[in-house]
Nanobody, 123 residues
Framework: VQLQASGGGLVQAGGSLRLSCAASGRTVSNHHMGWFRQAPGKDRDFVAAINWSGRITELADSVQGRFTISRDNAKNTVYLQMNGLKPEDTAVYYC?????????????????WGQGTLVTVSS
């Protein structure tokens, strides 16, 4: 499956962005999906995940109350709504498809990755 992330950009602190991850090649409706981010010089970190049906979500502590993950299986697309953005949210954001385990925050369980979209939050 090919994943294409989009929606990144430059935003002021306190602003909002919505990232999209469009899948092609085959359906991701039976995959748990996740968002990760990587700031310059740092490891790629878990941000959010959603199970295949959309009924279960998991968020990193650092984004709880500000970010929301959702999916539209009919459109083969996953979203990350980011509100209340902070300069420390600046990173390249990647979407990924899981191999199917419920260890949503474990980067090693993700088997397909998009190319990333840059989010820059100015103070």
């Amino acid at each position: 499956v090919q994943l294409q992330a989009s929606g990144g950009g430059l935003v002021q602190a306190g602003g909002s962005l919505r990232l999209s991850c469009a899948a092609s090649g085959r359906t991701v409706s039976n995959h748990h999906m996740g968002w990760f981010r990587q700031a310059p010089g740092k490891d790629r970190d878990f941000v959010a995940a959603i199970n295949w049906s959309g009924r279960i979500t998991e968020l990193a502590d650092s984004v709880q109350g500000r970010f929301t993950i959702s999916r539209d299986n009919a459109k083969n697309t996953v979203y990350l709504q980011m509100n209340g953005l902070k300069p420390e949210d600046t990173a390249v954001y990647y979407c990924a498809a899981s191999a199917g385990t419920s260890r949503y925050s474990d980067i090693n369980t993700y088997i397909s990755w998009g190319q990333g979209t840059l989010v820059t939050v100015s103070s």
